[in-house]
């Protein structure tokens, strides 16, 4: 296994279209994250599933985003309308549901014209 | 709210000495600890995770926890320039991170 795989890399898009970004985790770790990230900040939490079951959404989650797990492999994040706000890395996030210790994957970077 | 407060830095060690990053938290119930080293452009890595008081050794690494006084510490022996990131400090499953704090080791 070669950890948790993100896809695109990079993402250079102009406001108001949308995308989708797709996270691939360890094949055993049931549990996955998102997390977004801005210059000097630490990763902030967006959601988080359980299998196929999305069991929590932070308040940053605004109505334009959406993140499904629908098989309970890999994750797919949608950002509808971006905003120019919306610029960050997105990280994807995977662990065990006996450990917390997450492993992150190596980040989607969008950028919005 | 959980908040974790952490000093930005830049921390500047000499190379082979002791480099000490410390943390503290807001929520009593938090459980879970964790260190993630960051280097620029890249995502957070995993160092050290903590669950009970006391200290916990991996190599280099140190990681020191008191729940009375809540605070999470980080100790790095015999520091390296590759040490030189920036040092996150998170807690609980959905992990709450802290804004981390820059590293610089002096050749």
């Known amino acids: 296994d070669t950890g948790v795989s993100q896809n695109p890399r990079h993402k250079i898009t102009k406001r108001g279209q949308n995308v989708t970004f797709r996270c691939d985790p360890i094949?055993?770790?049931?549990?996955l994250y998102w997390y977004r990230q801005t210059l000097g900040q630490g990763p902030e939490f967006l959601t988080y599933?359980?299998?196929?079951?999305?069991?929590?959404k932070s308040r940053l989650l605004s109505d334009r985003f959406s993140a499904e797990r629908p098989k309970g492999s890999f994750s797919t994040l949608e950002i509808q309308r971006t905003e120019q706000g919306d610029s960050a890395m997105y990280l994807c996030?995977?662990?065990?549901?006996?450990?917390?210790?997450?492993?992150f994957g190596p980040g989607t970077r969008l950028t919005v014209l | 709210q959980k908040e974790v407060e952490q000093n930005s830095g830049p921390l500047s060690v000499p190379e082979g000495a002791i480099a000490s990053l410390n943390c503290t938290y807001s929520?009593?119930?938090?459980?879970?600890f964790f260190w993630y080293r960051q280097y620029s452009g890249k995502s957070p890595e995993l160092i050290m995770s903590?669950?009970?008081?006391g200290d916990k050794e991996d190599g280099r690494f140190t990681a020191q926890l008191n729940k009375a006084s809540q605070y999470v510490s980080l100790l790095i022996r015999d520091s390296q320039p590759s040490d030189s990131a920036t040092y996150l400090c998170?807690?609980?499953?959905?992990?709450?991170f802290g804004k981390g704090t820059r590293l610089h080791i002096l050749p």
């Open positions: 996030a995977s662990s065990s549901q006996d450990y917390n210790e997450q492993f």
């Open positions: 929520d009593r119930g938090s459980q879970s």
């Open positions: 903590i669950y009970s008081n």
């Open positions: 599933f359980q299998n196929e079951a999305q069991l929590e």
């Open positions: 094949s055993e770790h049931n549990r």
């Open positions: 998170a807690l609980d499953d959905k992990i709450i």
